[in-house]
């Protein structure tokens, strides 16, 4: 019955994009166009527009509001030029600022938060497909913000390339430049358009702006709503070209609850860029070395199922919406951080890019070595994607885990490989009101029997008031993704949610209504095991701050034995229901000023016993150069004889210090009593070249009461970009 009900809805998904949409131009790329003149003359980037190509340049002017409102002008005009020369393309930004006061801004560190800085930001849409492309911003303070964009927006920061930029601050206005070398993008030679658009946001009016208008209800960086770029000429085909990023790095550390001494250890390895072609790249490494990496912010685990942490790693980003966004959140085929998790990397390579206007492919081969009873294993992945009507895609993919070196080896239990399989379909309508996607995923391996295979779909509809969405998805009992993120298999879940924004005239309140989520997940055999409906209501205010309230039924019928403190205590048994309900409320203070916080609580029943959650985060700026934040998660669980009950507390204070824009300071520390374990993470970086740096990191984990160190390191490592 749910593989009817998923094949309906993927048909109704592939008959709404054929049938209503078909926009392939843009909405607004006719009417929305600027044109850019190649120059002779040297740019110097100061963030001063003196240069007599700035003083023929055409230019975008007229911003339109987006928030709070999407229709007028907006009060903080900004006006963009561009320009190039065969190497680089140039932007030059006035923001002008018609208030008094400080422009707010976070600190000078890079890929600052969005939502807590003035900033200006460029969305690049090289490829004109509305779906993938390229995003640099800046902060008043001159603090870099650059990304990859794909799914027609979603930025990810951690995707760093090389580009320069200035600000120029006046009382009146502050002016930007950027030098963008077209070697720090991918797009397709021959070309004489790209989709562009400009966000500008400012605090102290409350608005945020865009030069090519935008429905509220989405993010400036869609790219559904670019303009265009027009070029005076064809931009050529670039040939052969790579970079390097060789590393060396001494570190120590010391185990000493296994009584061992400090073990010192020197090594170096490499990463490299090879682009084969403006559209297309390869990247290799050898003898990675991740210990630089930020460490992952401890949450106090709950769950029956295993936590969720991002991938942070340089390597794995480009292109990485090809592999990353297989599946779903919670049905991910492919999870790079399983790769190197548990053992060394020695070498990896990374094919990925466009071929044509509708061809996009992603090729990855890993090779980890053995440690302690870790087997030395192989990791693959490939994935091909064909741009279909006006924004939409279909893809394939085969995910691989060989382990290698067994030679015989008896001892080993595990599956000597894992391999899944699948086929999706990613919808986006022409004006990004319908979103979606439909996929189904089959897993082989050794002795496999039974439904090993994984489908599923959803839908979302969103307009200025209103977005409803549902998700369904049926994963057999007998599917396995040892490389990717699986919470649980054999069950069928169905999830649709609504709200409603309301609009008010009042000048203090943005907007305010209901939203209605229900969870709903079956066995097999499509008797109910969890259930979990909320009714909330969101207050939004024109200063960014936001009230919620939410009211909670649950329900879950274990299947498997579980402990609900996690701590080792007596567990609830299998095949036991319990029903509870909760009141929750969570207050988001003014962003917009140096001191401004989030709290939370939630109140109610927990399986057979109940549950008091507090949250807290609080942060204080000194703007532009630290800022310091403290991260607080209490649970109290008050459980019936013979079950454990529990006080958890999760503490996280972190001091931020941005000397410069290239010198920053990073200070966290973790207490969590769930773990019983004391965090300290120093963590110092100087870029003393465009993304090269110089890392100190120590590392140290104790024991809260009486301080003993468990383990610790100290590393120092250095890279280098060659072109």
């Not at 509220?216 to 040939?239: C, E, H, I, M």
């Not at 492919?361 to 053995?370: K, N």
Request: aromatic share 14%; with cysteine.
């Amino acid at each position: 019955m749910p593989g009817i009900y998923l094949s309906l809805f993927t048909i109704i998904l592939l008959c709404s994009n054929t049938i209503l949409y078909s926009q392939p131009k843009g909405i607004n790329r006719e009417k929305y166009q600027i044109k850019i003149s190649e120059t002779n003359s040297t740019i110097n980037i100061d963030g001063i527009l003196d240069e007599p190509a700035w003083q023929t340049a055409d230019r975008a002017n007229n911003f339109q509001r987006v928030i709070p409102t999407d229709t007028g002008f907006a009060v903080a005009q900004t006006e963009v030029k561009l320009t190039y020369t065969k190497s680089t393309l140039y932007i030059g930004i006035v923001c002008l600022d018609p208030l008094p006061g400080r422009r707010p801004v976070e600190s000078l560190r890079r890929d600052f938060a969005f939502m807590k800085n003035d900033n200006f930001v460029v969305f690049i849409d090289t490829y004109n497909d509305q779906t993938n492309g390229f995003a640099f911003g800046i902060s008043p303070a001159g603090a870099q913000w650059d990304g990859q964009q794909a799914n027609g927006g979603t930025v990810n920061l951690d995707w760093d390339i090389k580009w320069r930029s200035a600000v120029k601050s006046y009382d009146d206005r502050w002016v930007a430049e950027f030098a963008i070398p077209f070697r720090s993008m991918r797009y397709n030679g021959g070309a004489r358009e790209w989709g562009i658009n400009f966000s500008r946001q400012d605090f102290k009016t409350g608005e945020k702006s865009s030069w090519a208008p935008m429905p509220r209800q989405f993010a400036t960086a869609n790219l559904a709503y670019t303009g265009s770029l027009v070029w005076d000429k064809p931009l050529l085909s670039s040939g052969l070209r790579f970079s390097v990023i060789p590393y060396i790095l001494g570190k120590t550390t010391q185990d000493k609850e296994a009584g061992e001494g400090f073990k010192p250890e020197v090594n170096a390895g490499a990463d490299a860029k090879v682009i084969l072609s403006t559209s297309m790249n390869l990247d290799l490494t050898v003898n990675p070395d991740y210990s630089q990496i930020e460490v992952d912010k401890q949450r106090t685990n709950l769950d029956r199922f295993e936590l969720f942490f991002p991938e942070k790693r340089q390597f794995y980003l480009e292109n990485s919406d090809l592999f990353a966004n297989l599946g779903s959140d919670y049905l991910r085929p492919f999870f790079s951080r399983r790769i190197g998790l548990n053992s060394p990397v020695q070498a990896g390579a990374r094919l990925s890019g466009k071929i044509g206007n509708n061809w996009r492919i992603g090729i990855m081969d890993m090779q980890t070595d053995e440690k302690d009873d870790i087997r030395a294993g192989n990791y693959s992945v490939a994935a091909i994607q064909r741009k279909v009507f006006s924004r939409s895609n279909i893809s394939a993919f085969l995910v691989n885990k060989e382990v290698t070196n067994l030679h015989n080896d008896t001892s080993f239990t595990g599956y000597k490989y894992n391999r899944v399989a699948g086929l999706e379909y990613n919808l986006a309508s022409a004006d990004n009101r319908w979103t979606g996607k439909a996929f189904y995923h089959q897993s082989f391996y050794p002795g496999a029997s039974g439904d090993a295979s994984v489908m599923a779909a959803n839908i979302t509809y969103a307009t200025q008031y209103m977005t409803a969405k549902l998700n369904q998805s049926w994963v057999g009992s007998d599917y396995l993704a040892e490389v990717g993120y699986i919470r649980r298999t054999g069950y069928y879940e169905v999830t649709p949610s609504y709200q409603y924004k309301f609009f008010p005239a009042s000048s203090r309140i943005a907007n305010h209504g209901p939203i209605v989520t229900a969870d709903m997940l079956f066995d097999t055999s499509l008797d109910l095991t969890d259930r979990e409906v909320q009714l909330s209501y969101q207050i939004e205010w024109m200063n960014k701050s936001v009230f919620q309230i939410d009211l909670e039924d649950s329900y879950i019928l274990l299947q498997n034995p579980f402990d609900p403190t996690n701590t080792g205590g007596d567990s609830l048994k299998t095949n036991t229901g319990y029903n509870w309900n909760e009141i929750g409320a969570s207050f988001t203070s003014d962003i917009r000023k140096p001191f401004n916080f989030l709290i939370s609580g939630l109140y109610g029943g927990y399986y057979n016993g109940a549950r008091l959650t507090l949250n807290g985060e609080l942060y204080y700026r000194i703007q532009p150069y630290s800022s310091l934040a403290i991260v607080t998660s209490y649970n109290k669980l008050d459980m019936p004889s013979p079950y454990r009950s529990a006080k958890f507390l999760l503490i996280g204070p972190r001091l931020d210090v941005t000397f410069t824009d290239k010198l920053f300071f990073t200070s966290l520390v973790q207490y969590n009593n769930q773990i019983d374990n004391l965090n300290l993470n120093l963590r110092f970086q100087w870029r003393f070249a465009p993304v090269s740096d110089l890392y100190i990191v120590y590392t140290e984990n104790s024991y809260p009461t009486d301080y003993r160190v468990r383990n610790r390191g100290l590393v120092l490592k250095m890279s280098y970009w060659f072109n």
